[in-house]
């Protein structure tokens, strides 16, 4: 988990020890698979939160317009709350 914490946060200062220390634990295929597995999430959401995307449910499950949605959660729906690598 500190990998994917540092990696998401502050991928500067993921150094040599930090992969020797991950690769104790983990292949060199879990490592590029995991890699790959965060790449594409904080892709996903950094893209999603450039278009302003809304939750489809509403908080009580009922699926619900992008418009609805806006209306239930505001103008910036806690998913798009700051930055997508904090």
Aim: glycine residues 8%.
């Amino acid at each position: 988990m500190r990998y994917v914490e540092k990696i998401s946060t502050d991928p500067d200062s993921f150094g040599d020890e930090d992969w020797a220390d991950l690769r104790k634990y983990l292949s060199e295929e879990e490592v590029v698979e995991l890699g790959m597995f965060l790449f594409m999430n904080l892709g996903f959401h950094t893209f999603f939160g450039t278009l302003k995307f809304y939750p489809m449910f509403s908080p009580d499950g009922r699926l619900v317009s992008q418009e609805e949605s806006e209306r239930l959660y505001g103008d910036k729906p806690e998913s798009l709350q700051g930055e997508a690598a904090e």
